[in-house]
């Protein structure tokens, strides 16, 4: 299904959320408000349905959906078009008492029992067929609706089940994935160690909590299929639903930087990617700038997953949440920044869970539109209303995508793995922070670069950064190679190239598959410093930077040196190299340091890629769209204060006025600059 046919239904920007009436239908009164409260709000879609299975079928085949026509056509007489969910996020009672083996179990053997949410088993036979004739009857009743706009499937995809049929399914799984062939899969995961060696592919347990957790080739795939059964999972969900109609768009949302899945592959699947995003604002530890940038990177990790489309906010909270360890009321002005960061990142979307506190319950504290009060002259429902206002005005922004030409590699597969090596420091891996420190000084200096996989084209890209790179999946050495060769800037820094896909590690040099060709030089050690330890670079211009947590000592074969350590016996030895490759550039940083130190590097790859940067002020975001004929300019002012930017010109959408040459943005302002 085409994207686009979703937004011009919509005519702009999607503004809306999780709305929940079956919770309120004794109560007419409040849902003929919800009505005239969300046209005040300017919202123009809401999310029904997520967790309605006990209201649409009570009793096991007992169907309700006269309550759901009823609201979908109310919604969409007033303007207001749906999203679909599919209900497998949450079971009704009778469902788990009649067929159990639908319950999860979890690491250590033991069933859940029923309750809570987010929890079935994703391979019972018994909960597809359920799951089934539920979305069947979904689709047949409400994919030709006109108000119908995507289909939400499932809700927060997450966790892993140790049933007897997850087991088998993940024993048919490796036996498929190493060609039936015991030996292969006992060479990959190198099991003559600590006489690990499998006869048959039945022998071979999930890493159950009191189990075998010493395979790191067995807990990768573990990881991987759990992956695998999740998106079989969806997939089913997905096909039946298009077996009645094919062409409505789907979509399921995401979560932050979620661990237990690789939500890329499951994107493959999807038509859209969506995610929910819940920062922590104003903590005790980030300015505000810096919770927005964090949560800037998790906007380019899923828009990157579709890279040629917009993407998604599912899910966001105009108040607090109720589930973070201090649930702190977002500030004035902190939501008008969060929504136009969305938008500024390549959301079409700005939705918020939820749009009516729940009386009672788990989430009857949580954020919403509209509060217990009821009335639409609270603060926050005055600023999501000035939001729905400030959307208005740039419907053109619908459809256009940023188009980056700087991307960092960040690999699920390398999650997982960097995490589960028997290497380093578990305190100070710090994969996910070390990605986020060398993105976030890239966007200070106006280039907002993609979060891509090594599996993904590269041919956008003018840059490639590759931080602690650890896992090399089969030709991702060669296409690196071929990149740099080709003009490319790589940046990679220590822990690269040290495993292949199954982490059996490279031979004859990190790192491997080629890639110390490209470099230049073989790390021949690493060291992992206390927290209290220091070393420091020595750069040939002067400057020395601090060097923390991990070290490798280079034999450089071809490289220039361009920064050497300090002290220890590894003092004088080269810390930073540069080897021109072909037509590029391979930069090789073999220890760490803090991103903001490695700026003059990222300055100097930036130029040979002939992208110039911008000179923003403390606090200021920058991101851009573009369309096929216009492209949209976007500066959030997270700086706490008023801040005047030299050298913008076109029409700020916001302000609705001319801007050449400078732009006054207030704390918490946004300005959005046609081009
Ligand atoms: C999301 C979830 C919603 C709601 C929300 C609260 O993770 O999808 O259903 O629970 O969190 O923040």
Known sequence: MEQTALFEKIGGIMHGGDYNPEQWLDRPDILAKDIEMMKKAGVNCVTLGVFAWAVHEPREGEFHFEWLKEIMDNLYENGIYTILATPSGARPAWLDEKYPEAMRVDASGHRAHHGVRHNHCMSSPIFREKIAIMDRKLAENFADHPGMLLWHISNEFGGECYCPHCVKRFQ????????????????????????????SFDQIEPPYSNGEFSIMGLNLEWKRFTTWSMTDFMKWEISVLRDVKADVPVTTNFMKLYDGLDYREMAKELDMVSWDSYPAFHNDRETLAETMLENAFDHAVIRS??????????????????????????RPG????????????????????QWRKGRGSFEQYHGAVVDHLGTDDTRIF??????????????????????????????????WAIDDAMALAQETKNYEKTCMDIWDEFMKMGVEPDVISSDSDFSPYKVLILPMFYVLHDGV?????????????????????????????????????????????????????YPTDRNAVRFTNGKVCEVRDYAEMLRVSDAEVLGTYETDYYGKMA???????????????????????????????????????????????????????????????????????????????????????????????VAVIEK
């Not at 899969?185 to 499998?198: D, E, I, Q, V």
């Not at 902190?334 to 869970?353: E, I, M, N, P």
């Not at 030409?405 to 597969?413: E, L, N, S, T, Y």
């Open 305 to 330: 997953m579709k890279p040629d489309r917009p993407f998604m906010l599912m899910e966001s909270v105009p108040g607090a949440v109720n589930w973070h360890p201090f649930n702190k009321v977002k």
């Open 382 to 415: 005055k600023e999501v209303e000035e939001v729905g206002q400030l959307l208005k005005k740039i419907p053109d922004v619908a459809g256009t995508i940023p188009k980056n030409q700087v991307a960092m590699i960040f690999d699920w597969d390398n999650r």
């Open 575 to 669: 810390a930073v190299t540069k080897k021109k490759y072909g037509e590029g550039n391979a930069y090789y940083v073999a220890c760490r340091m803090a991103a903001t130190d490695m700026k003059d590097l990222f300055v100097e790859v930036l130029s040979n890629a002939g992208i110039a940067g911008k000179d923003l002020p403390e606090g200021v975001e920058y991101h851009v769209r573009y369309g096929a004929e216009k492209s949209f300019e976007f500066y959030l002012n997270a700086s706490g204060k008023q801040i005047t930017l030299s050298g913008v010109s076109g029409k700020d959408l916001i302000g609705e006025k001319e801007i050449s040459g400078e732009l006054i943005l207030d704390p918490c302002a």
């Open 172 to 199: 048919n799984y490796l036996a498929e994935k190493f060609d039936h062939d015991i030996d292969k899969l006992n060479h990959a995961w190198w099991t003559t160690f600590w006489s690990h060696r499998f006869n």
């Open 477 to 529: 050495g060669a296409k690196i190679k071929d990149f740099v060769a080709k003009g490319g800037q790589v940046l990679a820094t220590y822990f690269t190239g040290y495993v292949d896909k199954d982490l059996l590690c490279h031979l004859g040099g990190f790192p491997g598959d080629g890639l110390s060709e490209v470099f230049g030089i073989i790390s021949e050690e690493i060291d992992t410093l």
């Open 334 to 353: 902190a939501h008008r920044l969060a929504c136009f960061q969305a938008v500024a990142s390549g959301s079409d979307t700005v939705q918020y869970f």
